[in-house]
């Protein structure tokens, strides 16, 4: 099945103790991104990778990390988590920009306390 | 920098009720534009998207989009809603390799 896999789902952790939040796709799409859905803000983009060991900053990038080291793999670092990165987090991949859809992973919710 | 309004922060409708939700950009040049439905508790799908010939776009669950250039518009229609259309849907846009711009989002609930 095509899909896009997030890991963890829920993640509770503490000012300043790194975490890692993993993304993959199986579809063998080259564009991934990732997203922070925030109340009353929609979505914004944090960073994305056009392809293998090509990443941008989004709109949002302060605080957070990527990288890609593989095709299928996109995952987003917080090297010192605040309390202002408490957020749903969505991973996203798509075949290429422009008008292909994305397809987004099932989410990530995280606590920073 | 491209940007992207939707007028309505949250709807209620009684089921049967028509529906437009409505979407406004900021970019002069060739777009790509996109409705994403997120139900309750799920991650976001594509409802339809628009890029190229006819204007007038259908989507699934008999949902259809309207992309009238001179309005910078693209508005979201369905005639008939029901209960399981509770959800909350994004217009978004990009144009060429350009990030994908999303609108804050309209929350529709639908009632018995």
């Known amino acids: 099945e095509a899909q896009v896999t997030q890991n963890p789902r829920y993640l509770i952790t503490v000012t300043g103790k790194k975490l890692t939040v993993t993304c993959s796709q199986n579809m063998n799409h080259e564009y991934m991104s990732w997203y922070r859905q925030d109340p009353g803000l929609g979505l914004r983009q944090i960073y994305y990778s056009m392809n293998v060991e090509v990443t941008d900053k989004g709109d949002v990038p302060e605080g957070y990390k990527v990288s890609r080291k593989e095709k299928r793999n996109f995952p987003l670092i917080l090297e010192s988590p605040s309390p202002n990165q408490t957020s749903l987090y969505f991973c996203?991949?798509?075949?290429?920009?422009?008008?292909?859809?994305?397809?987004f992973g099932p989410g990530t919710r995280l606590t920073v306390l | 920098a491209q940007s992207v309004s939707q007028h309505n922060h949250h709807v209620i409708l009684s089921e049967a009720a028509s529906l437009e939700l409505g979407c406004n950009y900021s970019?002069?040049?060739?777009?790509?534009l996109f409705w994403y439905v997120q139900y309750p508790g799920q991650h976001l799908q594509l409802l339809l998207k628009?890029?190229?010939?006819?204007?007038l776009v259908k989507g699934i669950k008999g949902f259809e989009a309207e992309f009238i250039k001179s309005k910078f518009s693209f508005n979201l229609r369905k005639p008939s809603v029901q209960w399981s259309d509770t959800a909350e849907y994004f217009c978004?846009?990009?144009?060429?390799?350009?990030?994908?711009?999303f609108g804050k989002g309209t929350r529709l609930s639908v009632i018995a």
């Open positions: 978004a846009v990009n144009s060429g390799n350009t990030p994908l711009v």
């Open positions: 996203a991949s798509s075949f290429r920009q422009g008008h292909h859809t994305q397809y």
């Open positions: 970019y002069g040049g060739t777009v790509n």
């Open positions: 628009y890029f190229s010939g006819d204007p």
